[in-house]
């Protein structure tokens, strides 16, 4: 995954703020949560994603952080635990209750747990840059059949609005050069071999 200058910046202040709150011996899930909120935000934006902090599901569930992508269809989820519980435990608790897996990462600053097509698939340590980085890079990459399919469908129509303006020119309408006035071209064309006559007087 290539790092940007401000997403490079992002992991470091992680790091920081993280220490920041280990030195006040801070552990609890509403401020560590902070740090790891701020580093998906950053990511997002170069995805044309958007973190929306604590969104309700239709099923009523909340997570910390749900990220949407331009079409405004969610892409991911994210749920954070403070360092006191263990993760694995909270993550069984969370799914049983109705928590989505599809591209879900379970994190507690210490351990980043991801889920994709509801199973998990990769178990990050997050005081190694190297497994912090690769946990997000599939987290932003990874993309549900159905969401799959539906870009590709956006893209295949793009690509064919110029054949589809092509096909919408009316039969028997002249294109119109620009300058000339509305409805310049909507004049008939011409018949072969009529042409006008002088008026004899």
């Known amino acids: 995954m290539h790092i940007t200058p401000a997403q490079k910046r992002a992991i470091d202040q992680y790091y920081k703020e993280l220490a920041a709150y280990q030195s006040h011996n801070v552990s609890h899930e509403t401020a560590v949560r902070s740090a790891f909120q701020n580093l998906l935000a950053t990511f997002a934006q170069s995805t044309s994603w958007l973190l929306v902090p604590e969104q309700p599901l239709a099923n009523g569930k909340r997570p910390d952080g749900t990220l949407r992508d331009s079409f405004n269809l969610p892409r991911g989820y994210w749920e954070a635990k403070d360092s006191g519980d263990d993760l694995d435990t909270e993550i069984r608790k969370k799914i049983a209750i109705g928590y989505p897996v599809s591209n879900t990462i379970f994190e507690d600053t210490r351990r980043a747990v991801l889920y994709q097509g509801n199973k998990r ?12 980085i690769a ?3 599939r987290f932003f990459h990874y993309s549900e059949p159905d969401i799959e399919n539906f870009e590709r469908a956006v893209e295949e129509f793009k690509e064919s609005i110029p054949d589809l303006a092509q096909g919408l020119h009316p039969a028997g309408m002249l294109p119109v050069s620009p300058g000339q006035p509305l409805g310049a071209g909507m004049g008939r064309r011409p018949v072969p071999g009529q042409h006008g006559r002088e008026k004899r007087h």
């Open 121 to 132: 698939v990769l178990d990050a340590d997050l005081s190694r840059q190297s497994d912090l």
């Open 135 to 137: 946990v997000i890079d």
